[in-house]
């Protein structure tokens, strides 16, 4: 049978991780029963080896939230006559009729208008998130199987679409990136060479401690927010900001100069994955104080490095760490500082051997193979996660 995967976010952030993973776990397994359709843009095509009797790799030109995708890219998955697709972001051609599963990585996008707005237009951006909302209704409604990745996103789902879609709503954990694992190993310790290369840059000695940010720099990543709590907290400790070179970075540029913070506070672009190992190992601990997600890669990130942890309190964040992270009101910017003040007098420990052990994209892969088994109506395996 012919299962197709939606691999065209490949190269990007969060999903582009979770594509990778699941490509990489699938690729691992000796016999999954599926020949698998990969859709990759021209640029990501090369970027992972697959078993060519498993896998066929097929270039698409049809981007995401386009009228090609919902045309072009519709007819082209009809051609490859699939037995079921998983689309892996919550934009697809909503004509596609025959049978598919899709993954949900959060209802961010039904609660923040996260384009990149600038001089434009604003009408353009109502339209854009109202048609986007139409999609996401869609998915919804037509897919066999809906996958979360956590069970915050699957209520959340629940709670704006209706207690109907409950039963096809099957949440997922995901994990670490396993080129983040295997940078780790390649990367054991940094030299005093290396170390200071990071360091030199900052304008920080051996002795000076940073905390980090890792992630994007949408409005709902709240890191304005943080800057303005940082501000407040009196300390030689740094901050370090680390995400994309866009047009959010460049509003967070002119924050930290507005509140003063150039000798404090630093961004740093498009790290690589040794770059990760570096902040992960040797910083004093990892701020996150998002409003919405369906996840959080970075906290299980920074907990197989046994990175403690400063994070909002939202529902997500404490179902994936429970009590093992200092928390504060997200909006409450008096309260993010007294949390980071508290941390550097107290700097509390955790043991995170636990979620080392319970969230792994290994596991992700079988369980999503299960759902595949099921999508198609074979015989499957009880579903990794509460059910």
């Known amino acids: 049978m012919k299962v197709g995967i ?19 776990q699938l690729n691992r397994l000796k016999n999954p029963g599926f020949i698998f359709y990969v859709y990759f843009l021209a640029e990501d095509i090369d970027k992972i080896n697959l078993n ?26 009809y051609q490859d006559k699939l037995d079921l697709m998983h689309f892996t972001y919550f934009s697809y051609p909503v004509f596609y009729k025959r049978r598919f599963i899709s993954t949900l990585h959060d209802t961010t996008p039904l609660n923040f208008k996260t384009f990149k707005a600038s001089t434009r237009n604003q009408l353009v951006y109502v339209l854009k998130h109202q048609v986007l909302k139409y999609v996401i209704s869609q998915q919804v409604q037509n897919a066999k199987i809906i996958i979360t990745p956590s069970f915050t996103v699957k209520d959340q789902l629940v709670k704006i679409y209706g207690n109907k879609y409950r039963d096809k709503i099957r949440p997922i954990y995901e994990g670490v990136d396993y080129e983040l694992i295997q940078s780790s190993v390649s990367y054991p310790g940094f030299v005093s060479g290396s170390d200071m290369r990071f360091r030199n840059k900052f304008g920080m000695t051996k002795r000076d401690h940073f905390f980090i940010y890792v992630g994007n720099f949408y409005p709902h990543k709240n890191v304005e927010n943080l800057i303005k709590a940082y501000a407040r907290v009196e300390t030689s400790v740094k901050l370090i900001l680390i995400g994309p070179d866009d047009y959010f970075a460049s509003r967070l540029t002119r924050l930290i100069k507005q509140f003063k913070q150039e000798n404090r506070i630093f961004i740093y672009h498009e790290p690589k994955k040794q770059d990760l190992v570096f902040f992960y190992k040797n910083a004093l601990g990892l701020i996150h ?20 942890i400063i994070a909002s309190r939202i529902d997500i964040f404490t179902e994936i760490l429970a009590d093992k992270a200092v928390y504060f009101d997200p909006k409450n910017i008096n309260e993010m500082s007294e949390k980071i003040d508290y941390f550097l007098k107290k700097k509390p420990k955790f043991d995170y051997q636990g979620l080392k052990v319970k969230f792994s994209f290994a596991k992700m892969t079988k369980a999503i193979l299960n759902q595949y088994r099921k999508g198609v109506g074979l015989n499957h395996r009880q579903s990794y996660g509460k059910g």
């Open 289 to 308: 104080p998002s409003m919405s997600e369906g996840f959080g890669l970075p906290l299980l990130e920074a907990a197989y490095f046994n990175l403690p």
């Open 52 to 77: 060519t009797r498993l896998f066929k790799k097929k270039v698409v030109y049809e981007r995401w939230h386009t009228l090609s995708e919902q045309f072009s890219f519709w007819q082209r998955l």
């Open 6 to 24: 939606d691999a065209r976010l490949f190269g990007q952030t969060g999903v582009g991780v979770y594509i990778k993973n699941l490509l990489y």
